[in-house]
């Protein structure tokens, strides 16, 4: 904090350094990093100094918050971007709506559906598989036609999938049990 009133430059008393280049903020970066003892000022994690990263809020203050590594730094900035975006109608603000979102992820989930995105999913299993192996997969999903190339595989696995003989868990371990 500044302590001297200048009224050239009409700087209050007790304001915040105004930080200007990157040695300034090199500075400060590094006076935080030894005071967090080398943690992340968000996950408390140790962090290499090469990794981190001088956090700010986002606001019109603009004011330093700590020393983050680099990928929190990132991931905050995008979180509080997207709030500002998609959470003007939630009246208890970012802090609340992130706490609910944690209690939400904690909870047991609700065994009585399967999202119909488990269908993209085991599509991109099947196709990690080799050529060899996706022919296995149709075997053991009794597929009888040949499929002479992988555009057909594709297909012939496609037309199981929406075919709803078969469950997620069915698919993903006859997939698994090929997978090398």
Known sequence: MKTINNSANKTPVNAPEDLYTAADVKRVRDQLIKEQDRLCGLTGVPTLLSDYHLDHAHDSEQLVRAALHKQANMCLGKIENLATRYLYWYPY????????????????????????????????????????QKKKVLIDLQVT???SNAAERKKLFQQVLIGKQYGYNAIRDIILKHTT
Not at 110 to 121: E, L
């Open 93 to 132: 603000g970012l802090p609340s709506f992130l706490r609910c979102c944690a209690d939400y992820l904690e909870r047991p989930h609700d065994n009585r559906w399967r999202h119909p995105g488990w269908i993209k999913k085991a599509m991109i299993m099947f196709n990690k598989l080799s050529e060899p």
């Open 145 to 147: 036609t040949v499929a």
